[in-house]
């Protein structure tokens, strides 16, 4: 936000032919409070932003801050909290409160930053109206102001305005930088008129307008921004326009020399996002945290996970590495600081995962569940957490999916995709791969999503028929598992189920191992998945 601020003078001294005159002003109060508030990222449905108070007045105590949100804004991502804060509205909504913990003063001159966010419908304009307590923040006018001059009646609206959408970019889309985006829209006029004009604009300053079909704009140089909103105005031969806005438009930073780089879905290929970019095929290995090393915060990995063992991978070969967490380490972690806990062992999962991207290793981050409260809790905080790095991939399997002929085959893949009450009847998780991807999305996460079908992941035989959407990201590829006693563990099963899936959307093994009772099944299953192009990783 950029704070107005006034003159804090009651008077100024002005030189009139050299003797010193006094020009009284207005009498003005002073002012209690000011909150600096900037949006840090923003997509096509919500924002994250850092919000500052400074207390300029007497000290506070069991103080609270009142501010007035947009129409459709909705508080419900909370990044950034110094312990016992609050920021929510509930059922006083439009009107939200940012609370500390019972008994905190606020001194004068004391200042306290939060970063918070959530959802926005049709605009996502910054808070109005800062009260700490009574007092108004931002606020430093005469005791007297003037009166608003009224505003003219709104023109009535065209009858028959022009139709126009943007096929580029899409919602949530991102670019390497320096960002080349290609903006193009089609326009229709209605009967007895013609388009004669497109105007392309970034949150309302013009770039280029094009008279002739088709209508387009490649816009170039664009710096790293944390997400943008792209708009095409038609305009028709009656004066009537018509506008169509595409939001959440990124262009990502340069990744650093050696860094693992962002990845997006292109047709059935993953790519990589940069100036060159280049299909990009995992071949890498799995590393888990084990359960029962969560105990008072520690974490405890199956394997070495410091900085010479990434290094020794990266001299392997290795590009990717699946890193498995456990939603039981995370929310069911004893004691009476469990917060604690649970930060400090996603803290512990972002040191390595940072350790893998710097080293040139993309991390597929996995949640093992335990119920169905703690993957639901640990996306979110996982999307807030690492939702802003794109050359991280989520893999959202449930692996609780029995196999196809266990129960009814479509209502194991319905609760797979949908959930639905009868999965509970039927004993199958209510927790779907759509409401993973759809709480991703929500948190501002528009990275690559991997998908396994039934029987541990092992089943894909109608995941196409099934297949995730992803309205906002369109981001989501398909995964697999497979070991030695696996239902689909042969070449012949391989071809009838895989192949049909590779050929429409990208496929990744996210594992593939073996008992010590077949010790050459992963090579083989490595062969073969290399010899067809799928990328593949190995315990």
């Known amino acids: 936000m950029r704070r107005r601020i006034f003159a804090l003078a009651a008077a100024i001294a002005v030189v009139v032919a050299g003797t010193l005159a006094m020009v009284l002003r207005p009498a003005y109060a002073a002012m209690a409070c000011t ?9 096509s449905n919500g924002w994250m932003a850092e919000m500052k108070l400074t207390n300029l007045g007497a000290p506070v105590t069991d103080w609270r801050l009142r501010f007035r949100l947009g129409s459709g804004q909705i508080v419900s991502l909370l990044d950034s909290l110094p312990p016992g804060y609050f920021v929510g509205s509930g059922e006083l909504y439009p009107l939200a409160f940012l609370t500390p913990s019972r008994g905190s003063t606020l001194a004068t001159g004391g200042s306290v930053t939060v970063r918070f966010g959530g959802a926005y419908t049709s605009a996502n304009p910054e808070p109005i109206e800062y009260f700490l307590g009574a007092q108004p923040c931002n606020v430093d006018l005469p005791s007297s102001s003037p009166p608003r001059p009224s505003s003219p009646p709104a023109p009535s609206p065209d009858p028959a305005p022009p139709s126009v959408a943007l096929t580029s970019p ?40 094009d008279t002739t079909a088709p209508y387009a704009f490649d816009w170039r140089g664009v710096p790293p921004n944390s997400g943008t909103r792209v708009t095409a105005t038609a305009y028709d031969s009656a004066g009537a326009s018509a506008t169509a806005e595409v939001r959440g438009v990124r262009v990502l930073k340069p990744s650093a020399p050696g860094a693992a780089p962002p990845l997006k879905v292109s047709g059935d290929r993953i790519v990589t996002v940069e100036r060159a970019s280049r299909e990009y095929r995992p071949r890498g290995i799995v590393r888990s945290t084990v359960e029962t090393g969560c105990v008072a915060g520690a974490v405890t990995w199956d394997g070495p996970v410091d900085d010479a063992s990434v290094r020794a991978l990266r001299s392997r070969g290795v590009n990717a590495v699946r890193v498995v967490l456990n939603d039981a380490c995370w929310i069911y972690t004893p004691g009476p600081t469990y917060h604690e806990y649970r930060t400090a062992y996603l803290d512990e999962a972002a040191a390595y995962i940072t350790r ?94 991997l998908a396994a079908g039934l029987d541990g992941g092992n089943d894909l035989s109608r995941w196409l028929e099934f297949r995730p959407a992803d309205p906002d990201g369109r981001n989501v590829a398909a995964a697999w598992r497979v070991d030695n006693r696996s239902a689909c563990a042969t070449p012949a099963c391989w071809r009838s189920t895989l192949l049909p899936v590779a050929a429409e959307v990208p496929l990744v093994a996210t594992e593939v191992t073996a008992d010590a009772s077949a010790p050459g099944f992963v090579p083989r299953t490595v062969a073969w998945l290399s010899a067809h192009d799928i990328g593949h990783l190995r315990r």
């Open 35 to 43: 909150v600096d508030y900037k949006i840090t990222r923003e997509w």
């Open 170 to 209: 899409l919602p949530n889309d991102f670019f390497a930088a320096p960002g080349t985006i290609p903006i193009r829209a089609e326009a229709t006029a209605t009967p007895g008129r013609r388009i004669e004009r497109v105007e392309f604009r970034e949150r309302g300053t013009l770039l280029a307008v």
């Open 356 to 449: 893998l991207t710097r080293a040139g290793i993309t991390p597929i981050v996995s949640v093992r569940p335990s119920d169905i409260l703690g993957p639901r809790g640990l996306w979110g905080s996982a999307a807030q957490r690492f939702g802003e790095d794109s050359a991280v991939v989520f893999d959202v399997t449930h692996y609780g999916f029995p196999a196809a002929g266990t129960v009814d085959p479509a209502a194991a893949w319905t609760c797979w995709q949908d959930g639905g009450p009868a999965c509970f009847d039927n004993g199958l998780p209510n927790f779907r791969v759509q409401e993973q991807i759809r709480l991703l999305r929500l948190h501002g996460s528009f990275n690559l999503v």
